[in-house]
């Protein structure tokens, strides 16, 4: 397994989507600051179950976090069709830091 544990920023909202079987899945975006000279790294990430829902309404732009759970990447194709890779983070852990 990859494990990661990721410090940062909330990039949007939690959005609470279901999933075919009627379970729970909060979305939301972590940015990764590695310094002024270096890019931001966006982590998508996907907590599941009660905790999605429980944890959702806390998960506000802005806030800041720390999350821990599994790496996966991910391939798809962008609007133009160009094929695109991310890396995702699926939430075994979620710590809020304080902010709002």
Known sequence: ???ITVAGTLGKDAEIKYMPNGD???SFSVADQQGKDKPTIWWACQLFG???TSLAPYLL???A???SGNVSERE???KEGQK???MDIRVSDVALQ???
Request: aromatic share 4%.
């Open 24 to 26: 729970p899945v909060a």
């Open 50 to 52: 009660k905790r999605a």
């Open 65 to 67: 976090v720390t999350v």
């Open 98 to 100: 304080g902010g709002r």
């Open 1 to 3: 397994m990859n494990n």
């Open 61 to 63: 732009k802005g806030g």
């Open 76 to 78: 798809w194709q962008d």
């Open 84 to 86: 695109r890779k991310s």
